[in-house]
């Protein structure tokens, strides 16, 4: 399956006309169906116009279609995140726990899903996760290195009282 091209559709969003860019694509949705980039560009239009539940139905169609693994990680986070909008926490932990595990040490995954472990109020899960993200970024490794084992020791033992 091949990407289409989205340019019209991405002028149109960039300009702030959702509902033109919604009739475009769902024009060629109707001679193209069961897209997985089509329908995930579906549900950000939707995002775009507040319409979060049927944002959600057009990502779980798309994953039903076996997207690439590319585009499937972007699916998963816009579903999971649409999904904590909405209140339904407990899916969308269970989304991200599923993604957490195919696609280990994505830095958006991991920050999409630290968000929904605090919401669910596993805020020890949650701190622990975005200590883990922060250790492992390069960009932090000179300021960290020194005080790298004194902070894994932390985030391991952060609830202890002493």
Do not use: C
């Amino acid at each position: 399956m091949q990407e289409p091209d989205l340019t019209v559709i991405r002028h149109l969003k960039n300009r702030g006309k959702f509902e033109d860019a919604r009739e475009q694509l769902a024009q060629w949705m109707e001679k193209e169906a069961d897209n997985p980039y089509l329908e995930l560009e579906m549900g950000l239009i939707l995002d775009e116009l507040s319409k979060i539940p049927e944002a959600i139905d057009w990502y779980r169609q798309a994953l039903t279609h076996d997207p690439p693994k590319a585009l499937k990680r972007q699916i998963l986070i816009s579903l999971a995140n649409d999904l904590r909008m909405n209140g339904l926490i407990y899916d969308a932990r269970q989304w991200l726990e599923k993604a957490h595990k195919e696609f280990p040490h994505d830095v958006a995954i991991d920050l999409f899903y630290a968000l929904t472990l605090w919401q669910d109020d596993d805020r020890g899960s949650a701190f622990r996760l975005l200590w883990t993200v922060i250790l492992g970024e390069p960009a932090f490794k000179k300021e960290i290195d020194p005080y790298r084992s004194t902070l894994r020791y932390y985030s391991q033992h952060f609830n202890d009282r002493t």
